[in-house]
């Protein structure tokens, strides 16, 4: 019989080379790379991986790759309850060692090397970081990224939805979105970009009279709406009643300009609306805790600065919470 099949003491042959214990507490809550390592212990390369290939292939070690580097490790919690008591035993005999107490001075210096060499990167960096960002992740996806504070069990409506470029960004983050548009055009290019995504719901209609029932909606989004409309009061109005009592407005339109052009270009009715303009309107629609704020132009852009609104549904004397 092999007795080593046995895992007690399949574990005690591991643990039982001085070299590797020394390793594993070195890797205990770090990842190291084989240079850190032999740099730690003042061992050649062979030495070490050696060891660590011990130690890997007995599953106290755990490694992965990172580019052209392997990274070891050991996380405690990914060892089994036996092993784990055996740990604890080896690490207090460890404990007492001088050889262990150097590691512990050697490692100190290694990570401190690390941060140093981090806070120089970003030292150099610094006047080039944003550009350096945008190059590798694009330039919104934090803005993307701050989506996911949303309950994911909101109804989210996309008030004139246009082509779904929004509802598809909001669309993973949430339970439902309702977009809604009142050109068959723009939902048939919807469509299109959405056509994979299954939790939005494209409705054709005209915002001032929603198909959309009364207090069914969390959220409610008009973005680079409300100048195109007539009556943007019967908007909001309309947005207030499906909303859940409570429940969120979110308006991004045009600061006032004077670029009369775009009437006749792109059918726009108002030339941006004024934070006096957009408090009134929504006090006036049923709307509570409004906040205005103006948002910075983006480099290179040729519109009119925005700004965005933010608001709460008052609930009316006859609005009922709906059951969910």
């Known amino acids: 019989m092999n007795h080593l099949a046995l895992p007690v003491l399949a574990h005690l042959n591991v643990l039982g080379d001085v070299l590797r214990a020394r390793l594993l507490l070195v890797l205990e809550g ?14 050649p390369q062979s030495t070490i991986s050696r060891h660590l290939k011990t130690l890997t292939d007995g599953g106290w070690a755990q490694v992965r790759r ?28 460890l404990a007492t060692m001088p050889a262990v107490a150097q590691d512990r001075v050697r490692l100190a210096r290694v990570l401190a090397d690390r941060r140093a060499e981090s806070a120089a990167f970003f030292s150099r960096s610094a006047g080039e970081w944003d550009a350096l960002r945008d190059d590798l992740y694009g330039s919104t996806f934090h803005l993307e990224g701050l989506l996911a504070v949303l309950d994911p069990s909101w109804t989210v409506a996309d008030l004139g939805c246009g082509t779904g470029r929004t509802s598809s960004v909001l669309a993973p983050f949430v339970r439902q979105v309702v977009a809604v548009d009142a050109s068959a055009e723009m939902l048939t ?5 959405l056509k994979a995504v299954e939790n939005v719901d494209l409705r054709e209609g005209a915002l001032e009279a929603l198909p959309i029932a009364d207090g069914s909606v969390d959220l409610a989004l008009l973005v680079l709406v409300l100048h195109h409309l007539g009556d943007p009061a019967a ?42 303009q957009i408090g009134r309107l929504l006090v006036g629609a049923g709307f509570t805790g409004a906040r205005v704020v103006p948002l910075p132009p983006a480099p290179a852009v040729r519109g009119p600065a925005l700004f965005v609104a933010s608001a709460s549904a008052r609930a009316s004397a006859d609005q009922a919470v709906p059951v969910r």
């Open 235 to 276: 908007a909001l109005r309309e947005a207030r009643r499906v909303l859940v009592p409570g429940g969120r407005l979110l308006v991004i339109d045009m600061q006032p300009h004077d670029r009369d052009e775009y009437r006749g270009q792109m059918g726009h009715v108002w030339l941006g609306f004024s934070e006096a």
């Open 189 to 193: 290019a919807a469509r299109g970009r």
């Open 30 to 43: 770090q990842t190291l790379s084989v240079g850190e390592l032999c740099d730690i212990l003042q061992l």
């Open 66 to 93: 990172e580019g052209t580097s392997r990274l070891y490790s050991l996380v405690p919690e990914d060892l089994d309850e036996a092993s784990v008591e055996l740990w604890r035993v080896v690490k207090a005999h």
